[in-house]
């Protein structure tokens, strides 16, 4: 991940959720771009033919623990055995901790069970109670070359996150950026 071209590595947090994730497609298809879901096993359980939509549409989808579990609150143990149990549904190594938490024995573990981590350098703040303007300005002022950009495809984000995404895209597509997955 260079920050030689301009590129963005546009990412979603904690789907598939009815409706929410389906529009977040819609406006990725209006501008031909595709993203990276780090996608909660449980909701992809209840929303699998979503999931499957994120999937043949080209995005790629990364694992968020079963439960969207904290890694603070987690041992070691009880951590990898959520993140294993996401790993049979998404059939992939990406891993996004949810919260950015882990403790230095959860990440060693899973560095030393492959998993590659990633984190984010642009976060939305959609989830916040923030207005929908601070939200759009934060995203859109603070990206770059090569920038990790989150935002979250969850009904606290809504609000925020179908205010700023479009402007998003539409700024950054004028600006000449493409758009890659992880």
Known sequence: MG?????IYLTFDDGPIPYLTD????????????????CVGANILKNHTIFERIKSEGHTVGNHTM?????????????LKEVEECKKLVHTNLFRPPYGQLRRGQYRALMEGGYKIILWDVISYDFENISEKTCADNVIKNTKNGSIVLFHDNMKAERNMKYALPLFLEEYTKRGYTFKTL
């Open 23 to 38: 529009w977040v497609l819609d406006q990725l298809n209006q501008y031909k771009i595709k993203a990276t879901f780090f």
């Open 67 to 79: 439960f969207h579990s904290k890694g603070f609150k987690n041992t070691v143990g009880s951590y």
């Open 3 to 7: 920050r030689e071209e301009k590129s």
